[in-house]
């Protein structure tokens, strides 16, 4: 089966986000409003079994306080959280994860069609992938975002979606992800799965990920093949990427 379209999941597959990002974006958002909650890199790991910023700020403040806070509360403070990770990604805060460019390029230059599936929002994932990815010829032929679906990933709209816009069989596409949330995302709507996993991917262990093709360290040169089929050559190739299908 020829290998057609790579689907790349944004927060921790392109760039570590959460732990270097959002995390740091949360605490500015506490700490201005006077909240007395501070997310460690290791603290935060719980807090990201919650899917959605706001919903996030709403499950702290409820820890915190004890009583459910008021929307009013929890949209402002999300809003400002959302300047924040704006401002630290347009600060030079986050880099492409090694590996990640070099894999685009070659896609392109294949003729492959590279898609974004997220359920993060669209101005967070354009602040970031201006400042990642600036000028220059278009990657992506579409976002799939947040605002695009009704259920965030693990739910599989947000791949089905991806899949029936490009009109390919899913059998020919390869999602690329970071988390266990992701994988079941692409897994549930038939699109066979790559893992890349960022520092909150590798706290999981390593079977919950056995429905994926491979499991990777990344994508560089010093990346390692956690689970799947060898790659001999080193860094990740195209070629690689095609014998996973
Ligand atoms: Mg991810």
């Known amino acids: 089966m020829a290998l057609e379209a790579l689907l790349w999941d944004v927060d921790g597959t392109l760039a570590e986000t959460e732990r270097d990002g959002h995390r740091r974006a949360f605490n500015r958002a506490f ?3 006077s909240i007395p909650i501070h997310w460690d890199a290791a603290t935060y790991a719980d807090w990201l079994a919650i899917s959605g910023g706001a919903e996030r700020i709403r499950a702290a403040l409820l820890a915190l306080d004890g009583v459910d806070p008021p929307p009013e509360q929890v949209s402002r403070l999300h809003r400002r959280k959302q300047l924040h990770y704006s401002e630290l990604v347009a600060s030079g805060v986050l880099q492409l994860r090694s590996g990640v460019n070099s894999l685009l390029v ?6 492959l069609r590279q898609v974004i599936v997220t359920t993060s929002g669209r101005r967070a994932v354009g602040a970031l992938l201006e400042q990642l990815l ?4 278009p990657l992506f032929a579409f976002w799939v ?3 695009d679906v009704t259920r965030k990933k693990p ?3 947000a791949y089905s979606l991806a899949a029936e816009r490009l009109d390919l069989p ?8 970071d988390s266990v949330a992701g994988l079941e995302a692409a897994r549930a709507a038939g699109v066979p799965c790559l893992i890349s996993r960022s520092h909150y991917g590798g706290l999981e262990p390593l079977e919950r990920f056995s429905a994926a093709r491979a499991v990777l360290s990344g994508f560089g040169p010093a990346a390692q093949v956690l689970a799947g089929p060898a790659c ?3 860094p990740v190739t195209l070629s690689y990427l095609q ?3």
């Open 106 to 111: 070659q896609a392109r230059a294949a003729g």
């Open 170 to 177: 899913p059998a020919r596409m390869l999602a690329i992800e």
């Open 232 to 234: 001999p050559a080193g």
């Open 243 to 245: 014998a996973l299908l």
């Open 155 to 157: 739910h599989p709209e």
């Open 134 to 137: 600036p000028a220059g010829e």
């Open 145 to 147: 975002c947040g605002e």
């Open 31 to 33: 700490a201005e409003a």
